[in-house]
């Protein structure tokens, strides 16, 4: 069979963890300057279209199988993209880590501008995570109509 140009879909290339965090990263800076939440339009679309990208590139694992953070490096071409890891990379780059740590153990607040963006962080987590849960269950609710069974006590067992 001969492939016609015109109708094959284009896919995007994958991309590096490096390049999505670099994104993700300038997107939250991009809020943070205009003082804008993330989950509000433009941000949470442009944050959801880094969600894609890095799914279609094989970076968001199944959350019931993706290993544990444990000092991952950007550069790994294996690492698994959680929230938990997206998260934990941004802090690392920003220093927020080291600067919770320090504020612990001083017993002193965060200054105000890594406070802010520790808040970001919590919300890009929050959105991830929730992409990532409705992502790896909608083959569940989106069969063909005849075909649909709930059973009520399947969806309690996975909590």
């Not at 959801?48 to 290993?67: C, H, K, M, N």
């Not at 294996?78 to 998260?87: E, P, R, V």
């Not at 607040?109 to 992409?131: D, G, H, N, T, Y």
Request: charge should be negative.
């Amino acid at each position: 069979m001969s492939e016609d140009n015109s109708s094959v879909e284009s896919r995007p290339a994958k991309v590096s963890v490096r390049s999505l965090l670099t994104e993700v990263e300038s997107l939250i800076l991009e809020a943070q300057a205009a003082t804008r939440p993330l989950e509000l339009q433009p941000f949470r679309g442009r944050l959801f279209e880094q969600f894609v990208a890095a799914d279609r590139s094989g970076l968001i694992p199944d959350e019931t199988t993706a290993a544990a953070f444990d000092d991952a490096d950007e550069d790994d071409s294996d690492l698994q993209l959680t929230a938990d890891t997206l998260c934990r990379l941004l802090a690392r780059r920003w220093g927020l880590d080291m600067a919770a740590r320090e504020a612990q153990a001083l017993q002193t607040r965060l200054p105000a501008e890594q406070l802010e963006r520790m808040r970001l962080l919590w919300s890009v987590m929050r959105m991830w995570m929730e992409w990532s849960y409705a992502w790896q269950r909608w083959s569940e609710f989106h069969q063909a109509p005849n075909s649909i069974s709930v059973n009520p006590q399947s969806y309690s067992d996975r909590e």
